[in-house]
């Protein structure tokens, strides 16, 4: 720490009425003279919005890692008046939870469809478990959990310090990201002003502002990682001799996993729409309701749907107009899933050290500071020491919890949004289904709108049908969720 720095930063926070100014001598001043540079995005259908671009903007007073601990902001011309109370779309690329970029607008995803609705875009950098810097003449790893979420929160509340100088509405902040990205979406939507990110917000020198946002875009998030293993192995362990062909020690280590699902989803509480305690015992028939959606509207949009998928349609004439969906075999439908994209082998996340030495990009984002992988669940940890008693330390065990939203809705410390819009591939086997759906089912438990959907054969993927993701958008803009 710098002490000059230091107290520079404080100087502009001891302001009246509790409010944040940017003012001289503040390092995370955003000054509305601020030079821009000006261009223009073309879209593939020939139309064109002129932006201009005010980047490498540090959102943090002490800087970590200066390769992404910056926000880049893109503001279309009719949002250039600093007044401009646009609404804001927070892009992050975070993805299998490495280091991302701030990076530039883009003509085929949500980024450059945010400019031409005429909504200030910011795409943060973040630390991810592969930030690597060198600090006292060694390397450290200083993005490992909860790092990447930290810088985003911190990316948030130097949009809030700055929202006078700024053009766009830093109350009206739509955040999207896709699998690690879909989860960093996730968690700031959860996680809004949580006391539990304090401590690593204030060594990092964030703004001292509020952090939660407006409504949260995520697709396929992967979260819940400390118990994704479970529920990978009890939805597809039917396919274990079948197409997924394990081996008999990966067949036992499926089934020890998949074991420990009933009492974990019992433990989560949650109730189906119409009140029913949601458990291992229904989950099946849960699931199959979002599949028999899913395919519907597939059907209605036209697409075949092959019959080795597993999904009944009434008529027995396939390809007649009108058709609709009766019902989908699961284990057949899970089985035509294998076949097109094979599974990950168990344990699918706590993979370290379990049956060889792979380490995934979970045991990555959970190591430590040295760059060494970790395990972050007891069941993983045992086995790969053969210790029958070890446990997760109680530090690691922290940095998990707050890698995952689930741990924060309902929390009334947290300013949770109730703007939602979740989608994951009902071909995504990227996690087990079970996952985005209980973040789901959580969500309207606890009483939040949220626009939720398996959409038909996709894969592993985010930014698609900008149309619908835009129109939600627009309503929830119009008529937010209370
Ligand atoms: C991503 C994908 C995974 O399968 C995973 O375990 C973590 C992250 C990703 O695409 O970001």
Redesign the pocket.
Known sequence: MKPSRNFAFAAALTCSAGLTFAQSGDPLAFHSNRKATENTLTFLDGKTVKYRAYENLYYVANVVDSAYQYLNVYVPESAWATTSKAPMFLRTY?????SSKAQAPSNTDASGRALREGYVLVIPGARGWNAKVTKNGSTVFPGKAPAGIVDLKAAVRYLRHNDAAMPGDAERIVTDG??????MSALLGATGNHPAYEPYLTALGAAKARDDVFAAVAF?P?ID?EH?DLAYEWLYGGTNSGPRNLSSAQAAVSNELAALFPAYQASLGLKTPDGTPLTADNYRDYLKSFLVKSAQAARNAGFDIPANTGVKLNSGFRGSPGEFVLDVDLDAYLAYLVGKTPL?APP??DKLGVLGPDA???NQVFGDETGKAANYTEFSLRKATGDASATVDKALRDRVFRMNPMNFIGDPRATTTKNWYIRHGAADR??GFQIPVNLYTKLVNQGYAVDFALPWNRG?SGDYNLDEVFAWIGDVLKTPKK
């Not at 896709?178 to 989860?183: K, R």
């Open positions: 975070v993805g299998g939870y490495f896709t699998s690690a990205g879909g989860a396929c992967i990682l994704a990950k699918a996340f995934t990009p979970e990227d996690t592993h």
